[in-house]
């Protein structure tokens, strides 16, 4: 018997037991997996240790049995190094794998699904088809009455953390002026901005993000600092939009666009003002052009 705790291993230091109650399955189905594919780590000495790698290739051989794909297949695909022929998946059954790991708070499985989808989607589609919808869907739980607030607070902060790992994938190659996303001040849904981000990152756009719930003061020496061609400042609700901000960066002589509907009770106050994603994409993009 191998000794089994609830601390987090080293890297690369997995024990059995504890990679079967990660994948939610018996050791003896691991086991199994392991003399009929070959997958998995050798032994070393009496005890044989997953890597990171290992965990995250048996996570991904999970989805690719789940979706369809014969076992033996799904190990090949997972550990051989080829290509999967993975079946092709229909958004709606993203949104419900994703709907379920939140509720069940499994994040490790958010983590692998939302890193997949984002890979597989791009950011502009992830966001559209799949993860926007799957926030929808907890919001009509919140309207119905069913407060579910761990599910939502797994799911954000899994997404945020998503969204980051892939933006980081896309260093700019050569340095030049960026666009520089800001939530306004008070503002604390974020997504929206972060998958904008991802967005602009993928297509090689040079963009800044400064975060969330940001001073004012602060945001406005960003944008004196770092000269961005564009300015662009997100508010989901009209409590939020910051218009006194909007005119202080345009004063600075920074191009100033606002996003997101916080902005509409207020009128046309001369900004150019997005309310989706292409549209937001298309703005930055253009000013990054000239």
């Known amino acids: 018997m191998e000794p089994e705790n609830d601390a987090p291993p080293a890297a690369g230091a997995w024990a059995p037991g504890k990679v079967a109650e990660l994948l939610g399955v018996s050791p003896v189905t691991l086991r199994s997996w392991s003399a009929r594919y070959g997958i998995g780590p050798p032994a070393a000495g009496r005890h044989r240790r997953y890597s990171d790698a290992d965990v995250d290739r048996l996570r991904h ?65 992830a966001w559209t088809d799949v993860l926007a919808p799957v926030l929808r869907g907890l919001g009509d739980r919140w309207q119905r009455g069913d407060p579910c607030f761990a599910p939502e607070w797994a799911l954000t902060a899994e997404m945020s953390l998503a969204f980051e790992r892939f933006s980081r994938r896309f260093p700019a190659a050569v340095p030049a002026r960026p666009v520089l996303l800001a939530c306004c001040p008070a503002e604390r849904h974020s997504l929206p901005m972060e998958a904008l981000r991802a967005t602009l990152a993928e297509a090689g756009v040079p963009v800044a993000y400064a975060g969330r719930q940001v001073p004012a003061e602060t945001l406005a020496e960003l944008a ?67």
């Open 61 to 125: 051989m999970q989805r690719l049995i789940a979706r369809g794909m014969p076992v033996r297949e799904a190990a090949a695909a997972a550990f051989g190094g080829r290509p999967s022929a993975e079946p092709a998946v229909p958004a709606a059954d993203r949104v419900r794998e994703l709907a379920d790991a939140a509720e069940d708070l499994r994040y490790t499985s958010l983590a692998g699904l939302l890193d997949e989808t984002l890979g597989s989607l791009g950011p502009a589609a």
């Open 224 to 290: 004196a600092r770092l000269d961005p061609v564009l300015v662009l400042l997100w508010s989901m609700t009209p409590s939020t939009a910051d218009d006194l901000l909007a005119d202080r960066v345009r004063g600075l002589g920074r191009a100033v666009g606002t996003a997101g509907p916080g902005w509409d009770h207020l009128g046309d106050r001369g900004f150019p003002r997005v309310n989706d994603l292409e549209s937001a994409v298309q703005l930055a993009a253009g000013h990054a052009g000239n």
